[in-house]
């Protein structure tokens, strides 16, 4: 059974950081993709960033330039590095993680709040 397990969320003041960390267990293939997601309430589940199998990265429009997604060669922990936070951040982030065939897992969510 794979399992997803985010931390570091947290309460943050505005132009602060945060580094959010993803760990996966239970799986014995590596992953075709790791990306992070954020929901804000009453707003679609949107994608932040992504690190692919080759260790390309996308991410999200809002989020260039102040964000930056990594992961452990063992592809066993994906990170997401938050800087200059805006309240716009403020979201439940959700880990996430593609293998071949379809397969995906998600985490439960780490809720991230920036105050102004």
């Known amino acids: 059974q794979v399992q997803l397990m985010e931390s570091g969320g947290g309460l943050v003041q505005a132009g602060g950081s945060l580094r959010l960390s993803c760990r996966v267990s239970?799986?014995?293939?590596?992953?075709?993709?790791m990306g992070w997601y954020r929901q804000a309430p009453g707003k679609q589940r949107e994608l932040v960033a992504i690190?692919?199998?080759?260790?390309?990265?996308s991410y999200a429009d809002s989020v260039k330039g102040r964000c930056t997604i990594s992961r452990t060669n063992a592809r066993d922990t994906v990170y997401l590095q938050l800087n200059s936070l805006k309240p716009e951040d403020t979201a439940t982030y959700y880990c996430?993680?593609?293998?071949?065939?379809?397969?995906?897992?998600w985490g439960q969510g780490t809720q991230v709040t920036v105050s102004s």
């Open positions: 996430n993680v593609l293998y071949t065939g379809g397969f995906e897992y």
């Open positions: 239970g799986s014995i293939f590596s992953s075709n993709a």
């Open positions: 690190i692919r199998w080759g260790g390309s990265t």
